[in-house]
């Protein structure tokens, strides 16, 4: 997901220079798009746990370069961060 989804957000894998929430978007955005190729599981799976998930699309994608890149491009760019929660003072 870092290779596909880093660049689709503008950004290259560099721990100094990119910034923690690029690397959670092309995380997050990449599962979502993940889920979304796989029709037979649901909305609500990977919220517990992302293993069915994973296992299901390591199945149908064997090898990473079968992966729907531009589906995956699309989720990821559409997924937005959490925003931080400001600390009550």
């Known amino acids: ?4 989804g880093l660049p689709a957000l503008g ?5 100094v220079a990119t910034p923690k929430s ?3 978007r092309a ?10 190729c796989l029709e037979d ?15 299901a699309a390591t199945e149908r994608f064997p090898d990473h370069t079968d992966l729907p890149r ?3 491009e699309s989720a ?4 937005k961060s959490g925003r931080r929660r400001q600390r009550k003072g």
């Open 11 to 15: 950004f290259e894998d560099d721990l």
């Open 1 to 4: 997901m870092i290779e596909i």
């Open 76 to 79: 990821i760019q559409a997924c």
């Open 27 to 36: 995380l997050f955005g990449g599962l979502i798009g993940l889920n979304q």
């Open 22 to 24: 690029a690397y959670d």
């Open 41 to 55: 599981f649901s909305e609500e799976l990977h919220k517990q746990d992302i293993w069915p998930l994973v296992e």
């Open 70 to 72: 531009q589906l995956l």
